[in-house]
């Protein structure tokens, strides 16, 4: 009997995943028809994951240096209605805050790379450049908050690991605008080394 049980969850499970990528691959608009049940509860739990993330970084004289000196991106609260992110190129970095693990910063900044958002009938698609890169589609959900999901690629990999194959690998966010041409992709509780992750995204 329990046997049975762990087969019928196995078999349930790879069938959400299964549809997901189905829903993502076919175009859907719907953003929940598409996200795993783990990430639904990701973006459900974006604000826990900000106060989690700041009360870290908060902690040591550097992180709130560091925050004070750009409060739009760091604010949790600072989103201006409008604008969605347009197909075009922009510039892109990441902020990883909330450090997990021992030794590892509360507030770790990389390097600009290029990004962009190319458009295809209903399906927006944005992608990174650099060693670890973002490849997935925008969602509208409201005047001021787009959702994003898809997966992190890493190193050489030619391509893209397809949605819901891989709980680490898969990513969700909400794109929000936080100047005239300025936005930040928020990830609450990535699967690698961060409680949060902030992308800082300028036109390029």
Not at 27 to 46: H, I, Y
Request: glycine share 12%; aromatic share 6%.
């Amino acid at each position: 009997m329990r046997v049975g049980r762990f087969l019928a969850v196995t078999l349930a499970g790879a069938m959400l995943a299964t549809a997901a990528v189905r829903a993502q691959d076919t175009g859907d608009s719907d953003w929940r028809k598409v996200a795993t049940r783990q990430d639904r509860e990701r973006l459900r739990g974006w604000r826990d994951a900000w106060i989690q993330a700041l009360t870290k970084v908060r902690a040591t004289p550097e992180g709130r240096e560091r925050l004070a000196a750009d409060a739009d991106l760091f604010d949790p609260d600072r989103v201006i209605e409008g604008a969605a992110l347009l197909p075009g190129v922009y510039r892109c970095r990441v902020h990883r805050l909330g450090g997990i693990g021992p030794g590892v910063r509360p507030l770790l900044s990389g390097g600009w790379t290029s990004c962009r958002v190319s458009e295809a009938g209903i399906v927006r698609q944005f992608v990174t450049d650099g060693d670890q890169r973002a490849s997935g589609n925008l969602f509208d959900s409201t005047d001021s908050r787009t959702i994003f999901l898809g997966t992190l690629a890493l190193g050489d990999e030619d391509r893209p690991m397809r949605y819901g194959r891989d709980r680490q690998r898969d990513m969700a966010g909400l794109v929000e605008r936080i100047g005239t041409a300025r936005w930040r992709l928020v990830l609450p509780f990535p699967g690698f080394h961060s409680t949060l992750d902030v992308m800082e995204i300028v036109r390029g």
